[in-house]
């Protein structure tokens, strides 16, 4: 008998006000494409029995909560954001939601880096993509939810080489993008460093063109 995916529902975040979405990026196409395409890998995920996942970039919390709702409180789900309210709405949402999250405020994965290394079996970022001037990036706040600088990649190109050493063997990273971003050359470095790349989702929102990119390390 086939055994059919289950469905789970899209985290609680009515708790939060428009006031708190001037503060901290506000759960969009993007957010939901990442949420899709998780519950799209459930049952791959589920094998890898997940005990230590990450989200880079919690923002409102919606993905590290969708994280700990689809496997429970076996693993340990620890998020980052540079935005010191995102760090404090997403235990909110995860509150609301009634699960357990550590929410860390640091550039990127800096305070984890060397804890971490080689234990984290599913790791997230929906980054900052949107090309815009260099200097709008990392000024702080809502604008850090978007300014990508340069190809949009600039915040995207410091991640990655963390994202390898923080994998562990059987470790899976999605990563969000729009076109601008150029996935071939994304797929060109990661492969460098050993990590082999797929499209999971891809999904046109506007003026955006979106993708859901998965990494794993070639065996
Ligand atoms: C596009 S938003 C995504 C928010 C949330 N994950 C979602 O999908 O709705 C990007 C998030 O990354 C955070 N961010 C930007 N630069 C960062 C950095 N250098 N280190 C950690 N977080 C960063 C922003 O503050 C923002 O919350």
């Known amino acids: ?26 759960p969009a196409e993007d957010s939901f494409l990442l949420l899709d395409a998780l519950e ?16 880079v970039g919690c923002g409102s919390g919606i993905c590290i909560t969708f994280l700990a709702s689809m496997f429970g409180p076996g693993a340990c789900y620890i998020c980052t954001d540079i935005n010191p309210t995102a760090a404090k709405v997403a235990a909110q949402t995860a509150d609301q939601n009634k699960v357990l999250i550590h929410p860390i405020v640091c550039d990127l994965v800096n305070a984890i880096n060397d804890q971490l290394r080689g234990k984290v079996d599913i ?30 990649r600039e915040v995207i190109d410091r991640f990655l080489p963390h994202a390898v050493q923080l994998l562990s ?11 601008e971003n150029r996935s071939d050359e994304i797929e060109d470095k ?10 999971v989702k891809n999904r046109r929102a506007g003026k955006e063109n979106l993708y859901v990119l998965k990494f794993t390390r070639v065996t």
Not at 40 to 55: A, D, G, M, N, Q
Not at 190 to 199: D, K
């Open 40 to 55: 799209s890998e459930y049952f791959s995920l589920r094998k890898l029995r997940p005990t230590i996942c990450v989200e």
């Open 123 to 152: 790791l997230v970022f929906n980054p900052p993509y949107v090309v815009t001037p260099s200097n709008e990036v990392g000024n702080g706040g809502i604008e850090a939810s978007w300014a990508g600088g340069e190809k949009g």
């Open 190 to 199: 990661m492969r460098q460093f050993g990590l082999h790349m797929t499209t």
């Open 169 to 179: 063997l059987q470790g899976i990273l999605y990563l969000v993008i729009i076109k």
């Open 1 to 26: 008998m086939e055994c059919q995916r289950p469905v789970f529902a899209t985290p609680d975040t009515s708790h939060l006000s428009p006031q708190d979405f001037d503060l901290v990026y506000e």
